[in-house]
């Protein structure tokens, strides 16, 4: 793992090394509908997973959606246009597409938002194979610091940390216990502490996460 001012990489276990995943946190950000418009035209250089943080209890629900949409791209069995569209759609507890965006991903009216970008590093060519030719065209594939300063440039917000403490400040546990169905979990509804009862929504958020991988055809 490595770290730029903004940004958190990552490199996840049991997928390939060419992989790695980059996270940044915003928040009071100003344009969220400028980003969201970026996405509705479908601009490639906004091809990010804009999350509306306030809709994320942990850094393991980020981390865990990452890996199931980059399994799913390299299994060419994704549901959405890529994999970071899927990563958003893999937060959702139902296999309602446009529900998920709307729900987990930005808004115009977001205020603080996860942004996560999967890079792909194109593996070194063994001397056995010959070095494809390059043109003056192609695009070099673009780096974590290609990101950083992207995302500086384009997003008009605060970074914070990406740790649990700062997105549990900035989650509203009101929608999320909506979403994700808990709003009848009697015994969640009994636990006082209110720490405990985050740690314990949590887990609740993880495996709705999980079980709609384990049931959806």
Not at 155 to 180: A, C, H, I, M, N
């Amino acid at each position: 793992m490595s770290d730029s001012p903004i940004l958190e990489t990552l490199q996840l276990e049991h997928v390939p090394g060419t992989h790695s995943v980059h996270i940044a946190v915003f928040r009071d950000v100003e344009n969220a509908a400028f980003l969201h418009q970026q996405l509705l035209a479908r601009n490639a250089d906004f091809e990010y997973a804009f999350i509306d943080a306030s809709v994320i209890t942990s850094r393991l629900q980020v981390l865990s959606a990452a890996f199931k949409a980059i399994t799913l791209q390299l299994a060419g069995n994704m549901k959405t246009p890529n994999v970071h569209s899927e990563l958003v759609y893999s937060l959702s507890p139902t296999s309602n597409i446009s529900e998920a965006y709307r729900r987990y991903g930005i808004t115009p009216t977001s205020r603080a938002l996860v942004i996560v970008k999967v890079l792909v590093t194109p593996p070194v060519p063994s001397s056995a194979t010959a070095a494809p030719e390059t043109t003056s065209e192609a695009k070099p594939p673009l780096t974590a610091q290609d990101v950083e300063k992207h995302l500086l440039t384009h997003v008009q917000g605060k970074s914070v940390p990406f740790t649990d403490q700062v997105l549990s400040e900035l989650t509203d546990w009101g929608r999320v216990r909506k979403y994700y169905k808990l709003n009848g979990v009697g015994w969640l509804d009994g636990v006082k502490d209110q720490a405990a009862k985050n740690r314990e929504t949590d887990r609740l958020v993880m495996g709705g996460m999980a079980l709609r991988g384990a049931t959806a055809k």
